[in-house]
């Protein structure tokens, strides 16, 4: 099983970022899925993650900023990231059948 991220970068506060996570190597739709982030110092914490039929469950924290969506045929998941915060920093990454991703930097300055 392989990830791919990107779409993380540098951006400032209130402005947007989209995430993908490319997989090859498993059967992507029916595959547990997850958005998690890493703050320095701290744990991971759980964002997001969305069903096979594409239902999405969100942390409190996230649900009225950021929107996961995935792409059966592409084998692709996504992190849609609005309004983001300086707070926001950190790497975040997506987890698909277990297998962590290694990661997208996201920089958030006021």
């Known amino acids: 099983l392989e990830l791919v991220e990107s779409g993380g970068g540098s951006v400032q506060a209130g402005g947007s970022l989209k995430l993908s996570c490319v997989v090859s190597?498993?059967?992507?739709?029916?595959?547990?899925k997850f958005w998690y982030r890493q703050v320095p110092g701290s744990g991971r914490e759980f964002i997001s993650t969305?069903?096979?039929?594409?239902?999405?469950s969100y942390a409190a924290s996230y649900e009225d900023r950021f929107t996961i969506t995935q792409d059966n045929a592409a084998n692709t998941l996504y992190l849609q990231m609005d309004s983001l915060k300086t707070s926001d920093t950190a790497v975040y990454y997506c987890?698909?059948?277990?297998?962590w991703g290694h990661g997208t930097q996201v920089t958030v300055s006021s």
């Open positions: 969305i069903s096979s039929a594409g239902t999405p």
């Open positions: 190597g498993a059967a992507f739709s029916r595959c547990p």
């Open positions: 987890v698909i059948c277990n297998n």
